[in-house]
């Protein structure tokens, strides 16, 4: 777990990774539930016995799954201390190169970007990547904001 503390110490930190999580493993079950409560039942995620037929061989997961997993993995990876509280500020690009796989695993590798001091704290840049064990190409690559505020 990395932790930095304080604004000159992330600052400090920019252009060096955050860290690379542990794999995860992408169940259908978990597909179905994310699919259940997003209402996106689309048959090439939910529909084993279809999505055989498919260009994929079998089911993928939502990118958007993929990508709801980024808080999980920065909680094991990073820690901002010293500031009075942070905020998801947001994404400004996030792309799905290739599909994942339901039944395969998958990781997340985070760089720090940039740092902009803003009223009150700082927004931080991260470039997240994510992985596919055994993939040539990134499923997910997203930028991620966030903000810190120091009061």
């Not at 932790?3 to 597909?31: F, M, N, P, R, Y």
């Not at 992985?131 to 991620?144: F, L, W």
Request: charged share 25%; hydrophobic share 40%; aromatic share 10%.
């Amino acid at each position: 777990m990395l932790t930095l503390t304080g604004l000159d110490e992330v600052k400090a930190h920019v252009g060096k990774e955050l860290g690379v999580s542990d794999w995860h493993d992408v169940t259908q079950e978990k597909i179905n539930e994310f699919a259940e409560v997003t209402g996106d039942d689309q048959w090439i995620h939910i529909d084993v016995e279809r999505a055989k037929d498919s260009p994929f061989g079998g089911t993928i997961a939502h990118g958007y799954y993929t990508l709801s997993l980024a808080p999980r993995f920065s909680y094991d990876m990073f820690k901002f201390e010293g500031f009075a509280f942070g905020i998801n500020y947001g994404l400004n690009r996030v792309r799905f190169p290739a599909p994942m796989p339901v039944g395969q695993k998958v990781r997340m590798r985070a760089v720090l970007k940039s740092v902009e001091e803003i009223p009150g704290g700082a927004q931080i840049t991260s470039e997240l990547t994510f992985e596919r064990e055994g993939g040539e190409k990134p499923v997910c690559v997203a930028e991620s904001l966030a903000r810190v505020y120091t009061g």
